[in-house]
């Protein structure tokens, strides 16, 4: 079993926390991180607004991250071994791939290819104060977050929901803890909910929970009452 799970949503919305949180515990876990593809800082256009136009899907080489997807995709026992992932031997059969990035659902190619598709948010001040503590490699110019990435966040996200693109949104103000366990364990049962439909065992059944139920029974529940 294939699953690709999308962590994306807003800038500073703690998609690269939770990322590696999840990466510790989901089993033959491999990550693609979107940032790995922004184009080189003198291919990235100048707007009429003066600014870099980093947040813009032509800023990134998305033909190369969904090259690499495709590659995983076509042997992802391989792709594991060459990215120093260690295969499970009570999972061999189960292989995810997280796709982490402010732009995962804008990409016509990939939008199609994910089992379930993540979006953190935080609200715009608290945006902004987070931003403001970070260096980039490119360090934002005054006043960039205000006249491109917010409005960038706005019209992209606004066109994913103009095109009907399904996301599970995630509140980015709980804690790094709550939302770790409460994307383990949907992605937990997910897994599970597929192989009762024949597959393999995925090797997660003895996980428990805060809620004092296992994942396997939190799955059986779902399917009793679906
Ligand atoms: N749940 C959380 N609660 C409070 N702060 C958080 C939480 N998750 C992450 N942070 C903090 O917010 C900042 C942004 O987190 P992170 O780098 O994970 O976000 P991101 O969405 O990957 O951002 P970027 O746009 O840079 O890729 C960091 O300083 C991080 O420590
Ligand atoms: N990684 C980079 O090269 C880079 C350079 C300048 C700005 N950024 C910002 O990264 C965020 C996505 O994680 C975007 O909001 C970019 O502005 C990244
Ligand atoms: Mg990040």
Redesign the pocket.
Known sequence: MKCIVGIG????????????SLLKVLPNCCVIHQ?DFFKPQDQIAVGEDGFKQWDVLESLDMEAMLSTVQAWMSNPQKFARAHGVSVRPDALDTHILIL???LLYSYKPLVDLYSRRYF?TVPYEECKW??S??S?KVPDPPGLFDGHVWPMYQKYKQEMEANGVEVVYLD?????E??FHQVREDIQNSLLNHSYEGGPDPGLERHTYNSGHSTARLAASQQDTA
């Open positions: 949503g807003m800038t500073n919305g703690g998609k690269t926390t939770l990322t590696n940032d982490e990035g402010f953190l987070r931003r503590t970070r980039y980015g103000m709980k804690s790094r709550e939302l």
